[in-house]
């Protein structure tokens, strides 16, 4: 019975060490940018995390869009009110759809990269050989990744939101044949530009720190072996999502919930 | 070099493609003008009853918007609704003392809205008068149980 309640306390002692790990990380890592070369460092993470994920969400952008648009026609017309269907489309993505799955397929692409690169550098000493050569690795690995995911995930939202809108319009003006004119005005007077985008893009913001925070650390943090690194990659995963997922809920609950 | 040329080139398209998908959401997906927010006045109007009004709702004049609602609070002193209405400046002083307002229903299931029709008076309306001649929402409960009666005395 003791030592049962011991090993739940060490547990909790050991979740707790982790996040203070974790954050003192984050806080270390996130001041690496400005110099000349760091910006390079950057531009290549970009590229990567940024431009190579492209593919991915755009087209779940578009079939997101055309499913939404889709289901959402055959509901509404039972109502006689296939107008709206600009505004559903287009609310649902701002303010849920884009932020969320496009989290979600950045943690499953980019994520679980990033965290099986910086450990098998762990794995392989190469970030040791670094301090030993007096090159901070938090400086060099660690930051560019940081700020490129925090930069990457934004942009690729509001290319998920952007394209989903575009192939709803597919769907259900080319296709289904609501009117073109009623579909862009309704879905005008009902999106605020305050509301829905810069409140969908705070969230965006929110999950892409969160998100590659994990991965980053998840990298640094895990035990240098092959097994240990696969867990750390699943652990990226996992993680990221069931957070994503669990901010997500807050997030809505202060943004749209009427608690403000 | 030539290759990080390239990726320079990659990332800086894709940053841009970002800002520019930012504009379109705020242009053709919410509708957003540059043109600053105009001078408007104040009017009130007490209800006896206004449905599922909300702040931030539109007020109309012969279906163009002129202006919205900005406050719906309960008068005390006559147990009434009284809703705050911020409308154009230019309408100032251009609309009659005996101007009507009645919420309205867009559509079947559509969201409510105040319309304002034109009154006869020669006094006109300015900042922080009430209107007085008003029409409340329509209540479908009220109205079913009207029809019951009716059918009931015929």
């Keep these: 019975m ?13 979740g707790l ?19 000349r070369e760091g910006w390079h460092l950057w531009l290549r993470q970009m590229h990567f995390v940024g431009v190579l ?7 779940s952008g578009l079939f997101i869009g055309m499913v939404l648009a ?3 026609y055959t509901i509404l017309v039972d109502f006689g009110a296939e107008q709206a269907l600009g505004q559903m489309v287009a609310l649902s993505l701002l303010r849920e759809l884009s932020p969320v799955v496009a989290a979600l397929l950045f943690a499953g692409r980019a994520g679980s990269a990033l965290t099986a690169e910086i450990g098998l550098m762990k794995a392989t000493e190469q970030l040791t050989s670094m301090e030993m050569i007096g090159v901070d690795p938090l400086r060099r690995v660690v930051a560019p990744r940081l700020w490129a995911g925090f930069v990457a995930l934004p942009l690729l939202t509001v290319g998920f939101s952007v394209v989903g809108i575009v192939g709803g319009y597919l769907v259900g003006v080319e296709w289904l044949g609501v009117f073109d004119g009623s579909y862009w005005a309704n879905m005008q007077a009902s999106v605020d530009f305050l509301d829905d985008v810069v409140n969908g893009m705070v969230k965006s913001l929110v999950f892409a720190l969160v998100v590659t925070w994990i991965a980053v650390f998840q990298g640094y943090d895990l035990i240098p072996t092959s097994e240990g690194i696969s867990r750390a990659t699943t652990r990226t995963v996992v993680y990221s999502s069931l957070v994503v997922l669990g901010l997500d809920f807050v997030l809505t609950a202060m943004m749209f919930g009427g608690l403000s | 070099m030539k290759r990080s040329k390239t990726m320079e080139l990659g990332v800086g398209i894709f940053m841009l493609a970002g800002i520019l998908g930012l504009v379109f959401l705020g242009l053709q997906v919410s509708g957003l003008t540059f043109s600053a927010p105009g001078d408007t006045f104040r009017l009130e109007a007490n209800f006896a009853n206004v449905g599922s009004l909300k702040p931030r709702a539109r007020v109309t004049m012969a279906g163009v918007t002129v202006g919205r609602v900005t406050e719906i609070e309960l008068d005390t002193e006559w147990y009434d609704a009284r809703v705050v209405l911020e409308l154009d400046a230019e309408l100032e002083g251009q609309l009659p003392r005996d101007s009507t307002a ?10 409510q809205y105040i319309g304002l029709s034109v009154g006869a008076d020669p006094e006109t309306l300015t900042h922080g008068d009430t209107i007085r001649d008003t029409q409340s929402a329509v209540v479908l409960e009220e109205l079913i149980q009207q029809f019951v009666s009716n059918m009931a005395t015929n």
């Design chain 1, 2 to 14: 003791i030592a049962r309640l011991q090993q739940l306390g060490r547990r909790g002692c050991d």
């Design chain 1, 17 to 35: 060490e982790t996040l203070g790990r974790a954050g003192v990380f984050l806080a270390l890592s996130s001041f690496g940018v400005p110099s």
């Design chain 1, 53 to 59: 994920s492209l593919a991915i969400v755009l087209v």
């Design chain 1, 70 to 72: 889709l289901q959402g």
């Design chain 2, 102 to 111: 009645a919420i309205l229903t867009a559509g079947l299931l559509g969201e």
